[in-house]
């Protein structure tokens, strides 16, 4: 079975620090692993994704994610929080022949 | 529009009520996922369409869930004698098909009973 954890319910990180949502994930074959943002009262927003390749990946409003084998981790990351990266990240995995799964959320909190 | 359209975006129900709720997916999309949000949580699958074959409805909660998709595009998730704890949000979302393409949400229908 696939399963996604997500340890940290809350992230506070002051704006221009750097910042880092943890994601760990379990499936039994090959993982596709994905990031997604959520405003309030507003559907789910693709960030980024892993499929194959390189081990860190860039995507949209300046965010990158490594993904690491060994520790079976996908962390978000980018170098400078903004204000307005305020928000609930959602990280979520698929193997071949299944469905995605989403782990519970990290509510990401950037202080002026 | 481009994106997935959901509809309607809000609905109160009396418990005991059937509801119906719309998802029009991006065009060209085969792959379509209905997802159970509850506040502050995250999406719970509950079926999956490719084309209008529903190919896992292993997620729908309880036989008062139904989804169909006929023709293959907009798809509707009926709940039928609506429960309190059926309040949510509804999620849909489209894709082409593969693995690892990328699935894309609309809005969100919010079904609130009460």
């Known amino acids: 079975a696939q399963s996604v954890a997500q340890p940290e319910d809350q992230v506070n990180v002051a704006e221009g620090n750097p910042l880092t949502v943890k994601c760990t994930y379990s499936?039994?074959?090959?993982?596709?692993l994905f990031w997604y943002v959520q405003y309030p009262n507003r559907g789910l927003q693709f960030l980024l994704k892993?499929?194959?390749?390189?081990?860190l990946v860039k995507g949209s409003y300046g965010f990158e994610a490594e993904f690491n084998k060994s520790q079976t981790s996908f962390h978000l990351k980018k170098p400078s929080a903004l204000v307005s990266d305020s928000a609930l990240y959602f990280c979520?995995?698929?193997?071949?022949?299944?469905?995605?799964?989403f782990g519970p959320g990290t509510r990401l909190s950037v202080l002026p | 529009g481009a994106g997935v359209s959901q509809s309607p975006r809000y609905k109160v129900a009396k418990r005991g009520q059937d509801v119906a709720l719309r998802c029009d997916p991006i065009?060209?999309?085969?792959?379509l996922f209905w997802y159970q949000q509850a506040l502050g949580q995250g999406p719970e699958f509950l079926t999956y369409?490719?084309?209008?074959?529903?190919?896992?409805k292993s997620g729908l909660p309880s036989d008062r869930f139904f989804a169909e998709r006929p023709e293959g595009s907009v798809s509707t998730l009926k709940i039928q004698r609506t429960q309190q704890e059926d309040s949510a949000v509804y999620l849909c979302?489209?894709?082409?098909?593969?693995?690892?393409?990328?699935?894309?949400f609309g809005e969100g229908s919010w079904l609130t009973v009460v």
């Open positions: 979302a489209s894709s082409y098909r593969g693995t690892g393409n990328t699935i894309y």
């Open positions: 499936v039994s074959g090959n993982p596709y």
């Open positions: 892993y499929i194959t390749g390189d081990n």
């Open positions: 979520a995995v698929r193997s071949y022949g299944q469905n995605f799964v």
């Open positions: 065009s060209g999309h085969v792959s």
């Open positions: 369409f490719q084309n209008e074959a529903q190919l896992d």
